[in-house]
């Protein structure tokens, strides 16, 4: 029996859209909010398939907003870029 929805995996299209946005010349800062370990785990698994692109990539680093965060979100940052990766 299984209770909650089935935790994200990184697909080939969402993978493929990661190559097409990110910059292989800028850091790349991978985060998940704090306390969310499926977020987390998602967020490891991006962090890994950039690293094994090329990419210059770091984290997975967690963070604690405001106000809840759901979903993935690509951030511009003056040093590079920031993958969010929110609650389900």
């Known amino acids: 029996v299984n209770i909650g929805s089935a935790?994200?995996?990184l697909d080939a299209a969402s993978a493929q859209q990661l190559l097409?946005?990110?910059s292989k010349n800028?850091?790349?800062k991978v985060v998940a909010v704090m306390g969310d370990q499926e977020a987390?785990?998602?967020?490891?698994?991006i962090?890994?398939?950039l690293k094994a692109n090329g990419y210059q990539a770091e984290?997975?680093?967690q963070v604690v907003y405001s106000q809840p965060v759901v979903g993935q979100f690509i951030n511009e940052t003056a040093s590079g870029f920031e993958v969010l990766v929110g609650g389900k």
């Open 7 to 9: 935790p994200r995996h």
């Open 20 to 22: 097409q946005v990110l």
């Open 26 to 28: 800028k850091l790349v």
């Open 40 to 45: 987390f785990a998602f967020a490891t698994q």
């Open 47 to 49: 962090l890994g398939y």
């Open 59 to 61: 984290g997975v680093d």
